[in-house]
């Protein structure tokens, strides 16, 4: 049995991270940033990349957010955990 599967955030998808200021001067009510997440081994983030950032902090925000949330590190097919990155 394949017990592999992609890294991903521990504990589900809420992000809940702060709302940049340029953004709230700016008027901007919501916006998507891109990022990759390199992963340890025991899934502690090593680093964060911005791959599409909108501008107006969004980026820079979502990079510390990012740094500050537990994640599950990938498995391999016998579902051993491996360092790796977020696609």
Same mark, same amino acid.
């Given at each position: 049995?394949?017990?592999?599967? /992609?890294?991903?955030?521990?504990?589900?998808? !809420?992000?809940?991270?702060? $709302?940049?200021? #340029? &953004?709230?001067?700016?008027?901007?009510?919501?916006?998507?940033?891109?990022?990759?997440?390199?992963?340890?081994?025991?899934?502690? /983030?090593?680093?964060?990349?911005?791959?599409? !950032?909108?501008?107006?902090? $969004?980026?820079? #925000? &979502?990079?510390?957010?990012?740094?500050?949330?537990?994640?599950?590190?990938?498995?391999?097919?016998?579902?051993?955990?491996?360092?790796?990155?977020?696609?």
């Amino acid at each position: 049995m394949d017990r592999s599967r /992609p890294a991903k955030m521990a504990g589900g998808a !809420d992000w809940n991270c702060p $709302f940049p200021a #340029e &953004a709230d001067s700016d008027q901007i009510d919501d916006a998507y940033v891109t990022i990759k997440v390199k992963l340890k081994i025991d899934g502690s /983030p090593e680093a964060v990349t911005v791959v599409q !950032d909108p501008g107006h902090g $969004f980026g820079r #925000e &979502a990079r510390k957010c990012a740094m500050g949330k537990r994640w599950e590190p990938p498995l391999d097919p016998d579902g051993n955990a491996f360092a790796g990155s977020t696609n």
